[in-house]
């Protein structure tokens, strides 16, 4: 296809992995169009009745500038482009701002309808899409610092959580949206700070992480009482109080402070830490199957995509780092990088490609993984004024949690990545 400019064009090809491909022809582009003007010309060449505003990619690189500028700053002259084109992030919308008299630790937005929160002053707190306060409620005598879903019953609207504190223990509690809470079990096996806790996706397990650099596994079994305890339980009420737990297994490899586990397919589960390694495990064997290691590189979180396939951890070197798992390597040492440290990440659960990161300048940066040069979106949270500490994407929304307490932005994700 011919450009009709009389100035200079850039012999383009366009791929794509969305719904709306175009057949493989090589299009003559003028080299003063931008991105906006490509996004015109996929509309129109696929008729599209309803515009999409398109995203381009050229090697690794988001289309920012014309394709003529580009060319010059990359030194391409007579080289054939072959161009990706995604789906364009909508700018994040700020949809709610609830402040906290405590700094939040860690946030949730997997629960239909409710936002969950965790706190330093022990508390979990839950919120429903109006901002209004179902729950809070003190679980813990030190600052929570890791909390997750573990299951949920919506026709019962009851939902058990967990939670990990400075208080050495992890915590099982029941959470209803009328506004009872009754803990289920306590956990207790570490001597140092409770960094992380996460849940399988079944919720018959846990994993904790902690700062003496062990892993716990544990199981959700809260009530082991027969039919004569059930009995019991009317006449005896100490049989209300929660179920003392021990771990099922632990987990040794790491040699530094352990900041995030995750659960992963089947067996497998995977953790960073401060010894600056990304380990995966065999939770049923208890033995680790790899480790990869980053000279000089604490890790202070970790997140893997949703295809399995790529761990993104965060370090106090101002970047998040990918590792391909199925090669166990870093991805050619490609890097996201921050103008200050990244505290957290969270990946969009329908894409394998996209991910929100929180940061210590109190910016929020959407990124693919694709384009690692720089963010496709980024907003601040508390105008940039506080440290973030946590974020959660789920539904198209994200959670940010830190300083300034909780805020919520509409963040769509792009659901054909």
């Not at 690794?60 to 084109?85: F, H, K, R």
Request: hydrophobic share 35%.
């Amino acid at each position: 296809m011919a450009s009709s400019s009389t100035g200079p064009s850039v012999a383009v090809v366009f791929t794509t992995k969305t719904p709306y491909p175009l057949p493989t022809q090589k299009f003559m582009i003028p080299a003063s169009w931008k991105r906006y003007h490509l996004s015109q010309l996929i509309n129109k060449a696929l008729s599209l009745s309803t515009p999409v505003p398109f995203d381009f990619l050229v090697k690794q690189e988001v289309l920012t500038t014309t394709l003529g500028e580009w060319c010059a700053e990359n030194d391409v002259s007579e080289e054939t482009l072959e161009i990706e084109y995604i789906e364009s992030i909508l700018p994040p919308q700020k949809m709610s701002d609830l402040p906290h008299e405590e700094w939040v630790s860690s946030v949730s937005c997997k629960l239909q309808g409710i936002f969950l929160t965790a706190s330093y002053d022990g508390s979990v707190r839950a919120f429903d899409y109006s901002q209004k306060e179902l729950i809070a409620t003190p679980l813990h005598s030190a600052p929570i610092t890791s909390l997750c879903v573990v299951s949920s019953d919506a026709d019962l609207e009851s939902h058990i959580i967990a939670t990990a504190s400075h208080d050495l223990t992890a915590q099982l509690t029941r959470l209803s949206t009328t506004g009872e809470t009754k803990s289920l079990a306590t956990m207790h096996m570490h001597v140092g700070p409770v960094s992380s806790i996460a849940s399988n996706a079944s919720g018959s397990h846990l994993l904790t992480g902690s700062w003496e650099s062990v892993i716990g596994i544990w199981d959700t079994k809260h009530s082991s009482f027969d039919g004569e305890r059930k009995k019991r339980r009317k006449l005896d009420a100490s049989a209300d109080k929660p179920r003392r737990k021990a771990p099922i297994g632990v987990l040794k490899s790491h040699t530094g402070r352990v900041s995030r586990v995750l659960f992963g397919e089947g067996n497998a589960a995977y953790s960073c830490g401060f010894d600056s390694t990304i380990r995966t495990w065999d939770v049923e064997n208890e033995i680790c199957t790899n480790t990869i290691t980053v000279s000089e590189r604490p890790f202070l979180d970790m997140a893997i995509t949703s295809n399995g396939n790529l761990a993104l951890a965060a370090s106090t070197d101002r970047s998040i780092s990918m590792y391909d798992l199925r090669t166990a390597s870093a991805t050619g040492g490609l890097s996201l990088m921050h103008a200050a440290t990244p505290s957290c990440l969270a990946t969009a659960p329908s894409s394998p490609n996209q991910l929100v990161s929180g940061a210590y300048d109190g910016i929020v940066r959407m990124w693919d993984v694709r384009s690692t040069k720089m963010a496709m979106a980024s907003f601040k949270a508390w105008e940039g004024k506080r440290k973030i500490l946590s974020v959660d994407w789920h539904r198209g929304l994200v959670g940010v949690g830190g300083e300034g307490g909780l805020e919520v932005w509409k963040a769509a994700e792009d659901a054909s990545s």
